[in-house]
């Protein structure tokens, strides 16, 4: 059974430690104190195997509880781990001093704990079973009947054969400096035999700064004739090959009580060491790029700070993301959007200096600390060449792909004076240079803070709208131009304030799909828009079509099939008089669950038309992958439709596409006669737009249609 104490004054940490030690390996018994006194009187009977304690504690510190606890019986050798917060090396050495064996930086990495444990346990053991060997050989030679010096000469060999059997390197250096014992294996790391080494002294065998460090610490033993507490050193094998081990040095006494030697062991530990630099690279890199993470930029702009204070020097961190990433993941795929990133995080290595730090924050998000900057300027050209290096075109399986980035600044002491400052004023920084058109870059600016606390007061009133049902429809004519009839309306969401004012969607549905909102909102418009179309009949007014708008986020995040089916069986509206609009991010996402749930609600009677058709690359794709019914023609091309020849061809064509696969061509943004007679002329079969009527809540567009049907009765 391997007893391991855990000591700390926090009851969570006892708890996650108790667990972890538990799990080191099997029948491990876990005793936890959160007292150091306590500790010492159950410890004065006990010889545990490990002991791992807190170095900050309100009865006693570490150092003090390690000094005490060498103190007991059978406890000199045992295993002391200290976990300090503390970074300073005055704590370590007053760890070190007191016997503490080896330490962990607090917060602890688990993995970490876990190999530092066993590697410790796993010492332990082999100086318990050197221990127990010699003991056994000890009661040997006392029962032997043989000669003193024939049971002394055959003691020696086998105590000599078990030490050579040990993984370790052991040796003894007498008081005249020079070695008297070395094991096989020590012999066989630096490449000789055990007797070449024997008379040799410490520089001799191990150079001038590691010998003669060795010596130093073998001469303090003999003059307080204390053993040294376990420290991790460096050794080179006569190969060139660097070997780490964890050493102790103890005094060797003979027959009178009086030191004649020292005792070095040394034990590999370097499959430990490299297990633990490859953990903290895990922790402080990035998996995909391997550019460093959040934790470790936080870590070096702590650093930064504190050397900027100290030079009067300033350091600049610049944030920024790929303009339109997420449409190369959707169109593309995940292992291209993959492969971008890793591309970028190479162009990045190569543009930056040797002193500043490019770092991954997650998905498509990137940061760069460039260190000891003089003025603004700088950084400027940094960003500048940031640019250039990203607007290179990036050549992958066969696709060229082009991208850009948008660059947020802030330098310290200018625009914060902590990470977490910084970071957020460049992150503010960088949302400005994409509302201006994206590629660019922007410096922190203290009315950007003002601006995000705005944005944050919407989204708050904008959660509480949904709750107040502040959200009200406003309603489009859509128009035949055979007949003149209105025969359908579009659905429009408004948001009218606590205060009367009337918020238009353009100044809320972006940060609705920021925040997660606009799932919930949509939904709302669906359900209340079903409502209102199945109410019309009972005003009298034709089974008009009502188009409502699906967002990209309802695919995402909702079964839209169910949600659809819901919003119609609640309100009684025939299917064949709901239309939902469509837009190309809807249609990027995952191709097949999008047609089947466009095919399902379709063989209930819904019908579908692709807003804004003529503006995204993909729309012959989409005329020919879906199911839609009508294709509507987005405004930017009926703006300039009389004075653009090339508006006007492209108005003719979509037309033609539509009616050559037998679908409905409707425009939108139609504002004066001049653009109905042209429409009329090509064949276009309904429009919509000021022309005809502004959005209006429900009453008046029940007004409107009812008058429109009185006038046509006269005539």
């Not at 700088?378 to 500048?384: K, N, P, S, W």
């Not at 607007?391 to 082009?402: A, C, H, S, W």
Request: some cysteine.
């Amino acid at each position: 059974m391997t007893l391991v104490v855990i000591l700390d004054d926090r009851v969570t940490n006892r708890n996650i430690f108790a667990k972890l030690a538990a799990s080191i390996e099997p029948d491990v018994e876990v005793r936890t104190f959160g007292g150091p006194h306590e500790a010492l009187d159950w410890l004065s009977e006990r010889t545990p195997d490990l002991v791992v304690t807190d170095y900050k504690m309100p009865e006693m510190d570490g150092a003090e509880f390690t000094r005490r606890f060498r103190e007991l019986p059978n406890c000199a050798d045992v295993p002391v781990v200290v976990l300090t917060v503390y970074e300073e090396r005055s704590f370590r050495l007053s760890a070190l001093e007191a016997g503490a064996t080896d330490f962990l930086q607090s917060p602890v990495d688990h993995h970490e704990f876990l190999t530092r444990a066993r590697n410790l346990l796993k010492m332990r053991r082999q100086q318990v079973l050197i221990a127990s060997r010699a003991v056994q050989l000890e009661r040997k030679l006392q029962s032997s009947e043989r000669s003193r010096e024939e049971a002394l000469r055959d003691s020696s060999e086998r105590l000599g054969q078990v030490i050579d059997t040990v993984p370790a390197m052991i040796s003894a250096i007498d008081r005249s400096g020079r070695c008297i014992f070395v094991n096989a294996y020590q012999a066989r790391i630096k490449g000789v035999e055990p007797q070449a080494l024997l008379g040799r002294t410490a520089v001799e065998m191990f150079g001038p700064e590691h010998g003669g460090r060795s010596a130093a610490l073998d001469r303090l033993i003999f003059e307080s004739g204390a053993a040294l507490p376990s420290f991790e050193e460096e050794i080179f094998t006569r190969a060139g090959e660097r070997r780490h081990f964890l050493t102790t040095k103890a005094p060797l006494r003979d027959g009178a009580g009086e030191i004649v030697a020292v005792l070095t062991t040394s034990l590999d530990i370097s499959d430990r060491k490299r297990a633990e630099g490859h953990l903290r690279h895990l922790a402080h890199h990035d998996a995909l790029t391997d550019l460093p993470n959040r934790a470790l930029l936080h870590e070096r702009v702590r650093h930064e700070i504190a050397h900027a204070r100290r030079n009067g020097r300033k350091f600049a961190l610049l944030l920024f993301d790929l303009d339109r990433f997420k449409g190369i993941n959707d169109v593309l795929g995940h292992h291209i959007g993959d492969r971008l990133l890793k591309a970028v995080a190479d162009r990045l290595r190569v543009t930056l200096r040797d002193t500043d730090t490019a770092s991954r924050l997650g998905g498509d998000e990137f940061a760069i600390l460039q260190s000891d900057v003089t003025t603004l300027e700088d950084t400027i050209d940094l960003a500048r060449r940031v640019r250039e290096a990203l607007t290179e075109p990036f050549r992958l399986d066969g696709e060229e792909i082009t991208t850009s980035a948008s660059i947020g600044i802030a330098m310290f002491p200018d625009h914060g004076f902590d990470f977490d400052e910084l970071l957020k004023n460049a992150d503010l920084a960088m949302y400005r240079a994409k509302a201006s058109g994206r590629d660019g870059y922007r410096a922190f600016a203290s009315d950007m803070d003002t601006s995000a606390r705005a944005v944050t007061v919407l989204e708050s009133d904008l959660r509480k709208a949904l709750a107040r049902e502040e959200l009200v429809l406003h309603y489009q004519p859509q128009v035949a131009l055979a007949s003149g009839s209105i025969v359908g309306a579009e659905a429009l969401v408004r948001w009218r304030r606590e205060n009367g004012d009337l918020v238009s969607p353009g100044d809320f549905l972006p940060l609705a799909e920021e925040c997660g909102l606009i799932a919930p909102i949509s939904e709302w418009v669906l359900n209340e828009a079903c409502a209102q179309a199945a109410s019309w009949p009972q005003s009298g007014l034709p089974p008009l079509r009502i188009a409502v708008n699906l967002s990209a986020s309802q695919f995402r995040r909702q079964n839209v099939e169910e949600v659809v089916l819901a919003a119609l069986a609640a309100s009684g509206l025939d299917p064949a008089r709901l239309e939902l609009e469509l837009t190309e991010t809807i249609l990027l996402q995952d191709t097949e669950r999008v047609v089947a749930t466009l095919k399902a609600l379709q063989s209930r009677g819904v019908t579908f038309s692709i807003d804004d058709f003529g503006t995204g690359y993909s729309s012959l794709a989409y005329v020919k992958s879906f199911p839609v019914d009508r294709l509507k023609i987005d405004k930017s091309f009926i703006h300039n439709l009389k004075t653009d020849a090339n508006d006007a061809a492209i108005v003719r064509a979509i037309v033609n596409l539509g009616h050559s696969l037998d679908l409905d061509v409707i425009a939108e943004g139609v504002e004066n006669a001049a653009q109905v007679a042209h429409l009329r002329a090509e064949g276009c079969d309904e429009v919509q737009g000021f022309y005809f009527g502004l959005p209006m809540p429900a009453p008046d567009f029940v007004d409107l249609v009812r008058r429109e049907s009185l006038l046509a009765q006269t005539a």
